[in-house]
């Protein structure tokens, strides 16, 4: 069965700096795998997917993920973090059902 | 608008009291699905919906049964609601599967959510 796992719980950056936010998957085939962002109280927004080709995605708010088939993992990056991408991340992976991690709450700081 | 829509977005009940949240989308979506959020353990799924009059189990679906009557609609239904149950509920859809093999590549839609509290 197909699984993904977020390491960190909670992520801290200053404004400006780069972001990454980890992620790591276990399938038995093709992954097809997914970063969605949640804000408060808010229902959860699609950001990218890989699905095949490149293994560095672009999504929406300027972030990106970049594949790594031998690491198997998926992080999502984006160069210079805003106050405003302070969220809930949840990396995930489908099949024939879709499977979250737990999430990481992402702080970016002034 | 491209949507899907659940109701109530808060629910505070008691023990026992049947209680339906509704969700519907307005995407000619094939594949529904319910889950439930709660700290520290992300997003779990309860049941789905490959199509009409198709459902199956998620991870957690003791207590909570569904119906997949019309495409657009995927109601999740308490029969006897326990604390337990308390939690922040979303409804997603998405396009279903293209190929016999069951590739499913397609991003899903999110719900707003509901709250539930039972006491």
């Known amino acids: 069965a197909q699984s993904v796992a977020q390491p960190e719980d909670q992520v801290n950056v200053a404004e400006g700096n780069p972001l990454t936010v980890k992620c790591t998957y276990s399938?038995?085939?093709?992954?097809?795998l997914f970063w969605y962002v949640q804000y408060p109280n808010r229902g959860l927004q699609f950001l990218l997917k890989?699905?095949?080709?490149?293994?560095l995605v672009k999504g929406s708010y300027g972030f990106e993920a970049e594949f790594n088939k031998s690491q198997t993992s998926f992080h999502l990056k984006k160069p210079s973090a805003l106050v405003s991408d302070s969220a809930l991340y949840f990396c995930?992976?489908?099949?024939?059902?879709?499977?979250f991690g737990a999430g990481t709450r992402l702080t970016v700081k002034p | 608008e491209a949507q899907v829509t659940q109701n109530p977005r808060y629910l505070i009940t008691v023990t026992g009291k049947k209680l339906t949240v509704t969700c519907s989308q307005n995407?000619?979506?094939?594949?529904m699905s319910w889950y439930r959020q709660d700290p520290g353990l992300g997003l779990r799924q309860i049941y789905y919906?490959?199509?009409?009059?198709?459902?199956d189990k998620g991870d957690v679906p003791e207590g909570y049964k569904v119906s997949r009557k019309e495409k657009r609609n995927f109601p999740l239904i308490l029969e006897s609601p326990s604390p337990n149950q308390t939690s922040l509920y979303f409804c997603?859809?998405?396009?279903?599967?293209?190929?016999?093999?069951?590739?499913?590549?397609?991003?899903?839609?999110f719900g707003p959510g509901t709250r539930l509290t039972v006491t």
């Open positions: 997603a859809s998405s396009f279903g599967p293209r190929t016999s093999g069951g590739a499913a590549y397609y991003e899903q839609y």
């Open positions: 399938v038995s085939g093709n992954p097809y």
């Open positions: 890989y699905i095949t080709g490149d293994n």
């Open positions: 995930a992976v489908r099949d024939s059902d879709m499977r």
């Open positions: 995407m000619n979506h094939e594949y």
């Open positions: 919906s490959m199509n009409v009059e198709v459902t």
